[in-house]
């Protein structure tokens, strides 16, 4: 009874473990992500056609200007209605549509999946569906799940058909580990040479600071998108009193005297540590996106194509 | 060593008991519930408290352990009251000597100081064990012996009750001796004496014979001056001839001054200014007296401007029994010189008479004859 009143009053939570076999989407949802895009600022081109416009122009469908032709030119591209009327020899210039490059860094550590592991299985199914919107508009989109021992990649794929392979590899992570981001960006950089977006998932409970993690990534001419994980159970604890807390990253113990002054005070870290981490972002014009456990993928997801700032 | 408090015994077992309460806690709170978190440094620090890594907890905790434990020991060790050096050789014999005089009038507090050693007093009585033996006297000018059986508690306590100041002065001596005899052939003797603050410290010629002597003080020295004792003093060879003695003391540290009058139902008879630099017990000595008789009252006057602490000291009062002058009968031919000598005493009543001559009447109690013894058959007539 005590429990069930201090669960009510929101000092201690209590959930039961998440099943990490189901698939993490169903084809509905699926459908509706088909009709979303990765919005990007700067396009970044493996060299491949895609369905993203760019700045370069060459081959492509959509009209963009003309130029004086010279010796050497396609002369499939000369416009001769042009010539006809006006003697001059223009060549059509079109917008090349190139594909983008989509990294999901992943967080493995072991704080994601403290508790229940409702933030590492919400972490998953949030990545999946940004592959898949990304593999829907024939981006390239490739996965890393970092725990600081290891980087869990994915290769980089293009195309629905791979999207089954991407899900299962998901399910296949664990959390474990203490990792830190800033070794998991220098990793990312010194694989892929190809700039493009980088969606770090992850829900930051770390000793240092994102900035510089935002900061390797952009250097490397990366565009940086943050989306941090937040799960009220991480400042709550099923039982009060004195207790031996150990930390699941790094094993470190104390002793300390939980009551609801504490847990109010946990709580408030917790919200400055997002407070902490928008403001890096904000500091960089990174996009920052809060992701509570509490709100389903699919509303996300919604809030983000509503936000334009990483999906339309 | 003697327990006065508990027994050996009784305090073993208490120990153990309140010991093995305190070890069963200490267990308890190491069997602390173990929760893992996400994040440490969430709840690090936060209010109410980290108590530090386990790895210098457990010897933070095992030193707190000690610490109780010290405690407990040091209560156990106040409940069984060891005296060092005493061995328990029987019951306690204790003489509690209060102070009666007026000095233990002044106020010591919302009481008197006689009230505050009465109740110090039956702090003692209440303290007795069983088998002790206790007897209270007052003592003042005189001793007043509270009138109880001395190992009956209840009985002590009552006739503490009875009890009352005087207006005399502490003779400790005799006070102190007494209390010796008293506690003559008794086992663990000790005398407990309850006075004033100004009281003088016991006379080094009082034979103690080994009791203890608890001398407890009451109440602060005071600024007073006290007309302690008063009395007149004959001396055999001149019987007529009487001497006024005043005893006055001070109790305080510094100077007083004032005046010492005497006077009698007839008027002043000795006035003098007096300069006391305390402590000080002084004896002022009036050589000749008047021949008075009556009631004879020495009062002290301070002059100095200073407060004195009690006043109902400051006066003392002696009644003189009626003076009456022999009558002499000289019978001398103008002997002046005897006349005149005889003259000086103001106690005698001369009458002189030429040898021959015709007796006065009235009786004498004295004949002095110069000369010619005189006639038996005229004396014999003539007392």
């Known amino acids: 009874m005590t429990f069930s009143l201090l669960q009510r009053l929101g000092l201690v939570a209590k959930s039961g473990p998440v099943d990490a076999t189901a698939p993490l989407f169903d084809a509905d949802f699926r459908r509706r992500l088909q009709t979303l895009a990765v919005v990007s600022r700067r396009v970044a081109s493996s060299g491949l056609r895609g369905e993203r416009r760019s700045r370069q122009l060459g081959a492509g469908l959509e009209f963009a200007d003309y130029r004086d032709y010279v010796p050497g030119?396609?002369?499939?591209?000369?416009?001769?209605?042009?010539?006809?009327?006006?003697?001059?020899?223009?060549?059509?210039?079109?917008?090349?549509?190139?594909?983008?490059?989509?990294?999901?860094?992943?967080?493995?550590?072991?704080?994601?999946?403290?508790?229940?592991?409702?933030?590492?299985?919400?972490?998953?199914?949030?990545?999946?569906?940004?592959?898949?919107?990304?593999?829907?508009?024939?981006?390239?989109?490739?996965?890393?799940?970092?725990?600081?021992?290891?980087?869990?990649?994915?290769?980089?794929?293009?195309?629905?058909?791979?999207?089954?392979?991407?899900?299962?590899?998901?399910?296949g992570l664990s959390s474990s580990g203490a990792g830190h981001l800033h070794d998991a960006a220098g990793a990312l950089v010194a694989r892929h040479r190809q700039p493009g977006v980088v969606a770090v998932i992850s829900?930051?409970?770390?000793?240092?600071?994102?900035?510089?993690?935002?900061?390797?990534?952009?250097?490397?001419?990366?565009?940086?998108?943050?989306?941090?994980?937040?799960?009220?159970?991480?400042?709550?604890?099923?039982?009060?009193?004195?207790?031996?807390?150990?930390?699941?990253?790094?094993?470190?113990?104390?002793?300390?005297?939980?009551?609801?002054?504490?847990?109010?005070?946990?709580?408030?870290?917790?919200?400055?540590?997002?407070?902490a981490a928008r403001h890096e972002c904000r500091r960089r014009r990174v996009p920052w996106q809060k992701v509570s456990v509490e709100v389903s993928v699919e509303d996300h997801v919604m809030q983000m194509l509503r936000s334009r700032t990483m999906l339309g | 060593m003697t327990l006065i408090g508990l027994t050996l015994w009784q305090t073993l077992g208490l120990g153990a008991a309140a010991a093995s309460v305190l070890v069963a806690l200490y267990l308890l709170k190491l069997r602390r519930p173990r929760r893992t978190v996400a994040y440490l440094s969430l709840w690090v620090?936060?209010?109410?408290?980290?108590?530090?890594?386990?790895?210098?907890?457990?010897?933070?905790?095992?030193?707190?352990?000690?610490?109780?434990?010290?405690?407990?020991?040091?209560?156990?060790?106040?409940?069984?009251?060891?005296?060092?050096?005493?061995?328990?050789?029987?019951?306690?014999?204790?003489?509690?000597?209060?102070?009666?005089?007026?000095?233990?009038?002044?106020?010591?507090?919302?009481?008197?100081r006689f009230e505050a050693a009465l109740k110090r007093a039956?702090?003692?009585?209440?303290?007795?064990?069983?088998?002790?033996?206790?007897?209270?006297?007052?003592?003042?000018?005189?001793?007043?012996?509270?009138?109880?059986?001395?190992?009956?508690?209840?009985?002590?306590?009552?006739?503490?009750?009875?009890?009352?100041?005087?207006?005399?002065?502490?003779?400790?001596?005799?006070?102190?001796?007494?209390?010796?005899?008293?506690?003559?052939?008794?086992?663990?003797?000790?005398?407990?004496?309850?006075?004033?603050?100004?009281?003088?410290?016991?006379?080094?010629?009082?034979?103690?014979?080994?009791i203890e002597l608890y001398l407890e003080r009451i109440g602060v020295q005071q600024d007073n001056v006290s007309v302690a004792a008063?009395?007149?003093?004959?001396?055999?060879?001149?019987?007529?001839?009487?001497?006024?003695?005043?005893?006055?003391?001070?109790?305080?540290?510094?100077?007083?001054?004032?005046?010492?009058?005497?006077?009698?139902?007839?008027?002043?008879?000795f006035g003098a200014p007096l300069e006391l630099s305390g402590p000080t017990h002084e004896r002022i000595v009036l050589r000749q007296l008047p021949a008075i008789g009556g009631r004879l009252t020495a009062q002290w006057r301070r002059t100095d401007g200073q407060q004195e602490a009690l006043t109902a000291d400051d006066s003392i009062t002696l009644q003189l029994p009626p003076q009456s002058r022999r009558r002499v009968l000289v019978v001398s031919d103008s002997n002046r010189y005897l006349e005149a000598a005889l003259a000086l005493d103001s106690g005698l009543e001369v009458t002189s008479v030429l040898p021959g001559g015709s007796l006065p009447s009235g009786s004498f109690e004295v004949a002095l004859s110069d000369g010619d013894p005189p006639d038996p058959r005229r004396a014999a007539a003539g007392s």
């Open chain 1, 73 to 171: 030119d396609d002369v499939r591209a000369v416009d001769w209605n042009v010539y006809r009327r006006l003697g001059r020899l223009l060549v059509r210039q079109f917008e090349e549509q190139r594909d983008l490059g989509i990294h999901l860094l992943l967080d493995c550590s072991a704080s994601m999946g403290a508790g229940s592991g409702k933030k590492f299985m919400h972490a998953r199914r949030l990545a999946a569906a940004l592959a898949y919107v990304g593999l829907s508009g024939l981006d390239r989109v490739t996965v890393l799940g970092w725990d600081g021992a290891s980087l869990a990649r994915f290769p980089m794929v293009r195309g629905k058909d791979n999207y089954l392979a991407l899900e299962r590899f998901l399910l």
């Open chain 1, 203 to 275: 829900d930051l409970l770390q000793s240092a600071g994102i900035g510089r993690s935002l900061d390797i990534l952009r250097s490397a001419r990366f565009e940086p998108w943050v989306l941090q994980l937040t799960d009220p159970e991480d400042a709550a604890l099923p039982v009060m009193g004195e207790l031996l807390l150990t930390d699941c990253e790094t094993g470190e113990e104390r002793v300390v005297v939980v009551g609801p002054a504490a847990v109010v005070e946990a709580r408030r870290r917790l919200s400055a540590i997002s407070e």
């Open chain 2, 45 to 112: 620090g936060t209010t109410g408290g980290a108590l530090g890594s386990p790895r210098y907890g457990r010897p933070r905790d095992l030193l707190s352990l000690l610490l109780q434990l010290s405690i407990l020991g040091l209560l156990l060790a106040a409940l069984v009251d060891p005296k060092p050096g005493r061995r328990a050789e029987g019951p306690l014999s204790t003489v509690v000597l209060i102070d009666s005089s007026i000095a233990m009038q002044s106020q010591h507090g919302d009481s008197t």
């Open chain 2, 122 to 210: 039956s702090q003692v009585v209440e303290a007795m064990r069983p088998g002790d033996r206790s007897w209270i006297v007052a003592a003042g000018e005189g001793l007043q012996p509270a009138q109880a059986n001395p190992e009956n508690r209840a009985a002590l306590l009552a006739a503490l009750t009875r009890l009352s100041p005087t207006d005399g002065t502490l003779r400790m001596g005799q006070a102190l001796q007494y209390a010796a005899d008293v506690l003559a052939g008794m086992p663990r003797r000790r005398i407990v004496l309850l006075t004033g603050a100004d009281a003088p410290a016991p006379e080094a010629g009082v034979a103690l014979q080994g």
């Open chain 2, 230 to 269: 008063i009395g007149v003093r004959t001396r055999p060879l001149e019987p007529s001839r009487r001497e006024l003695l005043i005893d006055v003391s001070y109790a305080g540290g510094g100077r007083a001054a004032g005046d010492l009058v005497v006077s009698s139902e007839q008027g002043a008879v």
